[in-house]
């Protein structure tokens, strides 16, 4: 964050002090993407967020040199069996965790999510820095800028990991109800971005390839890089929330 801070001050609230325990910073302007805006309010973000993506792309040496962890479609793939195998995680047959036949819809769909994995990968775009949450709660709105927080999750990832949970709290604010098309004009907007690297119908195709594949990202981050067992009653209820949502983005695509 420290870092972040330095070379895109525009994107990040103002550090006041750090150690390896805490951070500090200062006040975001603006209000929270989550308290609802207009259309034209989330093409900015998607806009700017790809813009410090792919600004990204030029401090990758540096960003692993701080610990930064790669976590790409083929690292991925490689732990897709692993995941859909482990029913203890899935909290299986408990209130909150997957049912049966969903692990078993996950154990069947192993080989073409782990095919969509290598199509990913394939696609031409470089990792980027990934924040792993970027849910409208962690997005800060003001006339002259937009600030990103809480980078607790962030990896060095296929870029369009990033934007399956913006996409989805659009779906949730009530000022684009009445929208037709909000979220794909918010996906257009980010991947407007990006066409130094692909052609518009390829950047939306792996867009839509990354969509289920970025629920199960942040279900494995659950899994494999958050301590265990959970410090916080609600953690272990997010790799099958994910899981299952990832499902439901696969039904999309």
């Avoid at 994107?11 to 805490?22: G, K, L, M, R």
């Avoid at 867009?207 to 494995?220: G, N, W």
């Avoid at 899994?223 to 099958?240: A, F, G, I, Y």
Wanted: net charge negative; charged share 20%; glycine share 4%.
């Amino acid at each position: 964050m420290q870092y972040l801070a330095q070379w895109t001050p525009a994107f990040v609230p103002d550090v006041v002090a750090t150690n390896s325990q805490w951070l500090l910073t200062r006040a975001c302007g603006g209000h929270s993407l989550e308290s609802g805006a207009p259309l034209a309010t989330w093409e900015r973000v998607a806009r700017t967020y790809a813009e410090l993506q792919i600004e990204s792309t030029s401090h990758l040496p540096k960003l692993r040199a701080l610990g930064c962890r790669e976590r790409g479609p083929l690292d991925l793939r490689a732990l897709i069996g692993p995941l859909v195998g482990d029913h203890a995680a899935q909290l299986q047959g408990t209130e909150h965790g997957l049912t049966t036949s969903e692990t078993s819809r996950l154990q069947q769909l192993q080989p073409p999510i782990e095919a969509a994995c290598d199509e990913l990968a394939s696609s031409g775009l470089p990792l980027a820095l990934e924040h792993g949450d970027l849910w409208d709660s962690n997005v800060y709105v003001a006339d002259d800028r937009v600030e990103f927080i809480d980078w607790t999750d962030a990896s060095l990832a296929h870029p369009f990991f990033s934007l399956m949970p913006l996409l989805v709290s659009a779906a949730w604010d009530p000022n684009l109800s009445t929208v037709p098309e909000a979220q794909q004009r918010i996906a257009d907007a980010y991947l407007s971005k990006w066409t130094a690297y692909a052609a518009p119908k390829r950047l939306r195709r792996a867009l839509a390839v990354a969509r289920p594949l970025a629920a199960i990202h942040i279900a494995a981050t659950y899994w494999r890089d958050v301590p265990q067992p959970h410090s916080q009653w609600w953690m272990e209820r997010m790799l099958p929330f994910f899981l299952r949502l990832a499902l439901a983005e696969w039904d999309q695509l």
